[in-house]
């Protein structure tokens, strides 16, 4: 299997790089002037009091995926994983005929289903065959994954205005229901945060299933890959330099 070469996000600016230099002397900093590190205690994340609806997409690299998608509002929840093939359970070395695939639970009053989907046709090539960059393979492809008719319908418009952007390539995305959505190992969800241990610090270090459901660590998986919009990565560096400023390591919100 083809790995995620220039796909990767770059490391984040030298902005970040200060970061990494100051977590190195959290660890021989004393109480009074370092990084308090608070006891993080597992609490189920509360119900949610509205209806949240999902949407399954599949566009190259899971990792980066599920960066595209993490930081716009309205977004609750991200989880990557596998679908559009006949595999029962698949894993990550044995995808069968499956594609790697990002589940999104969005709240329909905030961000909608089209909106959705203009942010799926602008962050792939959508005209590549059988990959995306130098990822190539099956598992790569370009897939928009329906629930109903309505999703269907707008899915079908969406491609025929992609298309229309040019006539001297076939857009290759396909779109079609989806049956299954698998769930992707533990090590694959949040990729580009758990890459960036710092910033898993500054959100409390936290366990792996709340750290999945959690919709700071989607935000911050988009952050850590530069893939959220400008105003909200400056946001993001501005709450970052305060807690550093104050000692005072749990990012609560964004």
């Known amino acids: 299997m083809t790995r995620r070469g220039s796909l990767l996000p770059v490391f984040l600016s030298h902005h970040f790089s200060l970061l990494l230099l ?4 959290v660890l021989i900093a004393s109480p ?15 119900a949610p009091s ?3 609806k999902t949407a399954v997409f599949a566009l190259g690299s899971f ?10 509002n309205g977004v609750v929840r991200t989880t990557v994983g596998y679908s559009g093939g006949s595999k029962p359970n698949p894993e990550y070395r044995s995808l069968g005929d499956h594609a790697e695939s990002v589940q999104i639970e969005y709240d329909p009053k905030v961000i909608s289903y089209r909106q959705l989907l203009e942010v799926f046709w602008s962050s792939h090539d959508s005209r590549q065959v059988f990959g995306q960059g130098p990822d190539v393979g099956n598992q790569y492809r370009s897939i928009i994954f329906t629930n109903g008719t309505s999703e269907s319908r707008l899915a079908s418009i969406s491609k025929e205005r992609e298309q229309a952007k040019s006539k001297s390539s076939i857009v290759t995305t396909q779109i079609q229901p989806l049956e299954t959505f698998y769930p992707a190992e533990p090590e694959h969800q949040k990729f580009e945060l758990k890459r960036r241990p710092f910033l ?10 709340e750290l999945q459901r959690s919709t700071l660590a989607a935000r911050m998986n988009s952050y850590a890959a530069e893939l959220c919009p400008p105003r909200i990565q400056r946001q993001i560096d501005a709450k970052i330099n305060d807690i ?5 390591p749990v990012l609560r919100d964004i």
């Open 50 to 52: 509205y209806s949240l």
């Open 32 to 46: 009074a002037t370092g990084i308090r590190l608070p006891d993080r205690k597992s609490e189920p994340p509360p």
């Open 200 to 209: 898993q610090h500054l959100i409390g270090n936290l366990p792996e299933e």
């Open 63 to 72: 990792w980066r995926s599920e960066a595209v998608f993490g930081c716009l």
């Open 22 to 25: 100051i977590v190195a002397g």
């Open 244 to 248: 550093i400023r104050k000692g005072w």
